[in-house]
């Protein structure tokens, strides 16, 4: 096993992949150090362990200082999203990086790669198998981890099924994503990184890596859509349509719509493991493309859970129609100052609903509950368990309690029939002698009906939110009601 106090240098931090590697590297304590072109904008994303060090891959003299005292380089970058010949781009770097290794003495370099056979590449793929050589080309012994598709959450493969599948009612696309692949969940992808640095000794080998499942692009489309229940038809047409294919993917997904357009040629390339490998730490994974769409969802409902929106949109008034765009997930959200410490700015909060009711609009929640009730749901009529005490778990109405920290924060899950999950968040923050109370919805949209829903009742939806909101600020401030 590698000594664990011998410096890793990690390129591509600020990346998908190199993101949660670092994540899962923090706990440990190895040192680490990242090369970046932006040390300041790094800095901000990464935790006070993590070295920082400015330096481009262009630039072979800006890489001595990153590589000193290195025992193991992990290559994660590519240039697919740069302007110009991405491939020239990533032969460059990768011959800088190589030689800088040597000369530093880096005992150990792992790069994760791509899948596919030698033959008949598409430039994205032999340019990832071209990096693979060169990264060895000087002796320094590689480690080259080739994957298929990543599933989860940010990952550009990942995000452009899942923009195709919400966003187009009916999928025309090349009659090659009828093409074998194997994805691979992005947990499983890092515990396969996390294990080629524990390597005994330097290693150079190509380990093929993959999931449980062999299926096509199409099969794959078809699974994420049953498991976000919407009805899609996917059907090839022929490969001259993979030109507009690109320009469709560059407008449906903007941040990541150069590298899928670039990856469109590589539809007709088989990703899947022909070479199992002979050490058992990279042998397919045990989890299929159902149980990893599952878990990558799952993952971006906890990640969200996490945040507090006051902590990320600071105290500057909404003023982005339609509301804020952060994945696929629609945000709103207000914020007010009221004369009350936290406590007390938090009891009218926590009896929201049932007898209490929504301190506006009355009217209209009784127009969504009988609605609710006339399509299925199930209205208002569950109430409270209790008109003071809230507990995780209990039912507000057609809300149900997800989170709960007292004198601070409440989550509500809309169980209302809607075309999305809608999330309804109150935080309130000490702020000097008074108290922040921040008010957020969150709508998670099922395909392109989702995203008519929301834009359509916005207006509506703003006027009751924004009404609800001050209507508790006028709750805060009854002295009374707290004796109530």
């Not at 809300?399 to 169980?415: Q, S």
């Not at 809608?422 to 108290?435: C, G, I, N, P, R």
């Not at 909101?469 to 709750?475: P, Q, S, T, W, Y």
């Amino acid at each position: 096993m590698a000594n664990d106090r011998q410096t890793i240098l990690l390129t591509g931090a600020s990346g998908y992949i190199g993101g949660r590697l670092l994540e899962r590297l923090a706990p440990t304590g190895r040192p680490v150090r990242c090369l970046t072109r932006q040390p300041a904008l790094l800095r901000s994303q990464v935790g006070p362990d993590a070295e920082i060090c400015g330096g481009d891959l262009l630039e072979p003299a800006s890489l001595e200082p990153a590589l000193e005292g290195v025992h193991t380089a992990v290559y994660l970058v590519h240039s697919m999203g740069a302007a110009g010949d991405f491939r020239a781009h990533d032969r460059r770097a990768a011959s800088n990086f190589a030689a800088a290794a040597r000369s530093a003495g880096v005992s150990q370099i792992v790069y994760l790669g791509g899948l596919g056979g030698e033959d008949g590449l598409s430039s994205h793929l032999a340019s990832r198998h071209e990096v693979g050589r060169l990264l060895r080309s000087t002796g320094v012994p590689t480690v080259e981890l080739r994957a298929s598709i990543v599933i989860g959450p940010g990952s550009a493969s990942f995000e452009t099924v899942r923009a195709v599948v919400e966003q187009l009612p009916l999928i025309l696309a090349p009659r090659a994503i009828e093409t074998l692949a194997q994805p691979i969940a992005i947990d499983e992808v890092i515990d396969h990184l996390l294990d080629a640095l524990e390597l005994a000794r330097p290693t150079d080998a190509i380990y093929e890596i993959g999931g449980a499942d062999q299926v096509t692009y199409a099969e794959l489309m078809r699974e994420y859509a049953r498991q976000r229940g919407l009805r899609r038809r996917v059907i090839g047409v022929p490969m001259g349509a993979s030109r507009a294919w690109s320009v469709l993917l560059k407008m449906l997904i903007p941040r990541h719509g150069e590298v899928a357009a670039a990856m469109v040629d590589s539809l007709r390339n088989e990703t899947i493991v022909t070479t199992p490998p002979t050490d058992a730490k990279f042998t397919p994974g045990r989890r299929g493309v159902p149980a990893s769409i599952r878990r990558a969802l799952a993952s971006e409902d906890e990640r969200f859970a996490e945040l507090h929106w006051s902590q990320v949109l600071g105290e500057e008034p909404q003023l982005r129609w339609g509301g804020r765009a952060i994945g696929r997930r629609r945000v709103w959200s207000r914020a007010v100052r009221v004369a009350r410490d936290p406590e007390q700015a938090f009891v009218p909060i926590q009896r929201i609903g049932g007898a209490t009711g929504w301190y506006a609009a009355e009217r209209f929640w009784r127009l969504r509950g009988l609605l609710d009730r006339l399509r299925g749901g199930v209205g208002l009529r569950r109430g409270r368990r209790d008109p003071t005490d809230l507990r995780v778990g209990d039912a507000v109405d057609f809300w149900r309690v997800e989170g709960l920290e007292r004198g601070h924060l409440l989550r509500l899950a809309a169980e209302m029939k809607i075309p999305g999950r809608l999330w309804l968040q109150f935080e309130v923050e000490s702020a000097t002698d008074e108290s922040l109370v921040r008010e957020t919805t969150v709508f998670d949209p099922f395909g392109y009906a989702g995203v008519i829903y929301w834009y359509l009742l916005y207006p509506i939806h703003v006027r009751v939110f924004s009404r609800m909101l001050r209507g508790i600020e006028h709750a805060v401030s009854v002295d009374n009601y707290y004796a109530t």
